[in-house]
Structures are given as C-alpha cells and as structure tokens.
C-alpha cells in the first residue's frame, strides 16, 4: 500500500489557529491578572496598599475570631467575619482603608497632617456594599489632634454613619441634629475614655456620597471639640462589625486634602469694616444672622469680631463661626474655610440664644480691634 500523503497547512488554516491560541493565551493572562490583583489579608493588622495613595487595614483589633478582607485597586471586601461581641460594648474590629496617618503608619504622598486653617478644601467620596445578616456600621472617621502627630490615639474622632444595622448606637448621647453638607443628620456626642467622640448619624442607609470634609471638622470646632489651629491627621472609611459582617465592601473611596488656605499668624487690620446685624426674636429666644464687611484695599486674614451682648442674653449655640464666652463681652472667630475676608468681600455668621426682660442688641462691633460701622 501506498502511504497517505501527509497535508500541508494552508495559510488561512495557520491564522486561524493562531488566533486560537492567542485568545487562550489572553484568557489566561486576565485570570492570572485578576488573581494577582486581589489580596487576601487575615492577619490581625494586616494591611495593603492601593492605587500608591491609600492604605487597607484589616484592622481586627477588638476579638481574637478570624476575619479576612479581599483587597482590589479600588477597595476592599471582608470576605469572613467570624464570632460576635456584645453590643452594648466596642465593635469586633474597623477594616477600613485610609488617607494621612494611622498608629505610625501614612500612606503614601499623603498631605496630613495638615493644620484645619491651611486647608482650603478636603473632597471625598465613598461608595459601600451592605449586607442584612449582620449587625454593624458603615463609619467614616476624621481624626484631629493639636499637634501634627503621625502616632496613637487623637484627641477628636469624628464619626459619619453612613448606615446602621441591628440594635448599636454611637458614643455618648444624643445633642440635637444639624445640617452638614446639605443633609440633615443625628447628632451624638461623648467620649470613650480615651477621645472625644463626635457623630453624625444619616437617619436611612446612604450607600454612597460626595462630600467635603471639612464641613463636619467645623461642626467639631463650632462645638468646641476642636480649634482652627488644630491638625487633621487622617481620614479613613470602613466598617465596624459586631456580629458577622462577610460580604460587606468599600466599592471605591476617594479623598483629596488641599491647603494653601492662609498662613496661620497675626491677622492683618482692616482699613475700615461694617457690621450688619439681623435678629429673630420671640418670646425669650432669639437667632442673629450676622455679615462682617471688609471694605479695606486688602484681605483680611484669621479675623476676630468683637461685641458685648445686652445683660440678660446667653448664646446656645452658633453656626458658621465660634462665639464665646455664652454672654457678656464675646468674641467671634471664623471657622478654617471662612478665616478670609476679600477685599470688598464678606464672611457671614450667626447664632441662636435666649434672653431675659426687653430684647436688645450690640451697641458695636470691632474687626480686629478696629471699630465697624453697624449697617
């Protein structure tokens, strides 16, 4: 018998096969890609960095029971969350990532700390993955301290819940609400032995947002739990888990720091100024919306207001500014983002307070220890 002739691939035969193998080829580079692109971290205080700007912290600091988180470029997933803690007490742990500096560790190119005066502007996003069989919170925390420490414990946590799950509560007790970044939220406030804490808690689950930051840093200095010439050292979002927890995830987190807002020292004396008063007034209450004018040739830095409140009228509270003593002789300061009055500009103010007998106001105002003309 003659042997079979043996075929000669075509060219068409040999691009097809090749585009074959090059297609598995891919394919099997993206799998390898995508398990290279994810971490899995157990340890206690594991950690990771991402995108060279932030740092993930697995963070189990309050049980001894395993928790795993899965690490992406753009945020993180706990992927087991053993055991449980009692829910009158502290949470299981705060796997969380972060922006500026954290127990010694900063991430990478961060501008924090940062003094609250020098910045103009701290945007942030957030965008969370929730799960019901759990009891925990979604939390974003702002740290501040007065001096500029990159180690330990801060003097002031702020704390926005983004969504609660089960029977927990913040720190403290509750003061009231208030208005921040155009959202109504509950306010608590307390300490936990070792820092105040301060909380903003969104009364329905928020599954993501943009915001700044600094609008909830002047609701701590407005509240006197932090001075404009304090630092904030870090910014970080996260979960705290009392029970269960798996399948919770930071989607993605964005925070940017930006100072160049002024440099802190004596504030420059206006060339001239002017004080408009407006009160609301009832029976023994009243709320002051007050505008400081610069009408000088150049800004005004850091600037303080000086006025005397009628006997009889104590301040409650104040927004947009820093009022104290509660009555007398008091003195307004601005917050970090309002501390610049432009030439031919101005900064507004005000504050709610009571009063006893016949209702009056100021009689003058100085700007830096020059007298305003009252409008």
């Known amino acids: 018998m003659r042997p079979t002739p043996r075929q000669t691939p075509t060219p068409h035969r040999l691009l097809t096969t090749l585009i074959t193998v090059l297609a598995a080829l891919a394919a099997l580079l993206a799998v390898t890609a995508q398990a290279h692109a994810d971490t899995t971290i157990c340890e206690q205080y594991g950690s990771a960095t991402i995108q060279n700007r932030y740092v993930v912290q697995n963070n189990r600091w309050g049980t001894s029971a395993t928790q795993c988180i899965s690490v992406n470029d753009s945020g993180f997933r706990i992927t087991q969350a053993d055991g449980s803690v009692p829910t009158n007490g502290a949470p299981k742990s705060y796997p969380s990532l972060f922006n500026g500096c954290h127990y010694t560790r900063c991430s990478p190119g961060t501008s924090l700390p940062a003094r609250l005066d020098t910045i103009s502007a701290a945007p942030s996003s957030i965008s969370y993955g929730y799960v019901g069989n759990a009891t925990y919170n979604a939390s974003y925390d702002i740290w501040l301290d007065p001096t500029p420490r990159t180690d330990g414990v801060n003097q002031t946590e702020i704390m926005i819940w983004f969504n609660r799950v089960g029977q927990i509560q913040p720190i403290g007790s509750p003061v009231g609400t208030a208005s921040v970044g155009g959202r109504t939220w509950e306010v608590w406030s307390g300490d936990n032995g070792g820092n105040d804490v301060l909380s903003f808690v969104a009364p329905s689950a928020m599954s993501s947002w943009s915001f700044d930051v600094m609008d909830f840093v002047d609701q701590a200095v407005a509240r006197g739990l932090a001075r404009s010439d304090w630092y904030l050292t870090s910014v970080q979002a996260g979960f705290e888990p009392w029970q269960g927890g798996a399948g919770l995830a930071v989607n993605s987190f964005s925070s940017t720091v930006s100072t160049g807002g002024g440099t802190p020292g004596d504030p420059t004396d206006p060339a001239a100024c002017s004080v408009s008063y407006t009160p609301t007034v009832w029976s023994g209450g009243f709320t002051a919306n007050v505008t400081v004018g610069n009408n000088g040739p150049a800004p005004v830095e850091d600037w303080r207001l ?63 220890g020059t007298a305003c003309a009252t409008a």
């Open 306 to 368: 000086d006025f005397s409140l009628p006997s009889g009228q104590r301040i409650t509270s104040a927004w947009n500014a820093t009022v104290a003593p509660d009555s007398g002789g008091v003195t307004a300061r601005p917050l970090a983002h309002t501390k610049r009055i432009a030439a031919g500009g101005s900064q507004s103010f005000g504050f709610q307070g009571t009063y006893t007998g016949a209702f009056a106001q100021p009689g003058g105002f100085t700007l830096n």
